[in-house]
């Protein structure tokens, strides 16, 4: 077993320096094949994109509210626009789409309504191909149904189907969670008269792709090249203060942050809360983002390597306003950081009991370029393991001494 006194660490750190370069071709294949291609980072889309959205509202009806007489005369004033079926009826309430696509796609709604395949709440994603110039498009739909009332039982099961069209199906599915709570937030400004259709519904609609999908986009756009700070600060949890700002600019970078970063998907609740709790104590360290200057200034910026490489992928996505490549774009970062933080996590376990395996650890944490957040959250996850910590304290001294090294 490895011991931890300070002659170990030394002696270690000197095994790590008198190493020949070619001791790194013995670092396993499915290492270097975990790595992403740089080239293909920076190569992603070389076109421009013009992506076009769509919208359409529709009142869902039971046959078993028909029977009301107000319900019958507010359907026959759209009988042209409505499609009915033996349980119920569909009726276009508004659309952005031209005069041939709507049709379309309420016959498609229409079908999967009959077959059950919209639940109240839940956003479906699916390609439909309708009358478009880009004939097969990408189709968010989500049944809202109406509040149930014991003075009006008869609208038990009545309710809204909105409908969100733009890109493609695996693009909209990358903002699903933007998507159902962008069409939530719809719900309170929806009555069956829509006598706000004008003031309120359809302004709203009309902005979902620029609300629920252009933010990451936005944000690139604004900070350009410091992108690289942010999705360090996400990385390590670091807190993010935004000044001299709209409203609308500071909800973009906290979902920037939201989405970059790995909560959840990485470590345990406790893991995340000690490492935020940790990072809001140091307020000397928030990155802060002034946006009164063009360009935004940036105080106690930090990144590294790892975060710099990524910066001209999103550069080349935003350039060519495709949101929903930028979204990939993060998702492989993030997946890229999830991946060297179970490596390192591996490597940890097996130096507990290995020198060969302590000195990969080295290796690893040299080449990958993101030791410094790869071994904090490894010592947020380790602190109650005394033999890891040991471990973890040999490699920040060997990441410190090759930082020096560097400077001469």
Known sequence: MIQSSPDCFRRYREMFTSQTSSF??????????????????????????????????YYYQSRRSEASGESVEWSQGRSDSTTSQD?????????????????????????RLSKGALL??????????????????????????QEKSPQQPETDGNGWVVCLLGGSEKGLNAFRIELDKYVQGL????????????????PYLSCWYEEAVMHIHRVVQLLQPNVGYLLHAALSHKLVEVTGADEKTKADVARFIKAAS???????????????????????????????????TLTNAVSNRFCDDWIQAFLNAADRFNPFLLRQILENFKLKAIQDMNNLKRFIRQAEM?????FR?????????????LLQNARAEHSSLPEACGIINVLEEFLSEQAQGTLY
Do not use: W
């Open 262 to 296: 790995l909560q959840g998907l990485v470590q345990e609740d406790t893991t995340t809360s000690s490492l935020c709790k940790a990072m809001s104590e140091e307020s000397n360290s928030n990155l802060i983002i002034d946006f009164s200057t063009t360009p935004p």
């Open 187 to 202: 719900q309170a400004s929806l009555t069956p008269e829509m006598e706000n259709l004008e003031t309120d519904v359809r």
């Open 87 to 111: 349980d119920f009826s569909l009726t276009l309430l508004d659309s952005s789409l031209a005069p041939e696509a709507e049709p379309e796609l309420r016959s498609y709604i229409s079908r």
């Open 354 to 358: 290995s020198h060969y395996a302590l």
């Open 361 to 373: 650890c080295c290796l690893f944490l040299q080449n990958c370029g993101n030791g410094d957040v």
């Open 24 to 57: 790194q071709e013995s670092i396993d294949v499915d290492e270097r094949d975990g790595d992403f291609d740089n080239e293909e980072i920076g190569g992603y889309s070389q076109k421009i994109q013009q992506i076009n959205s769509y919208y359409a509202i």
């Open 120 to 145: 109240g709440g839940m956003g479906n994603i699916a390609t439909v191909n309708l009358s478009l110039s880009e004939q097969a498009v990408g189709c968010y739909c989500c049944l809202l149904e």
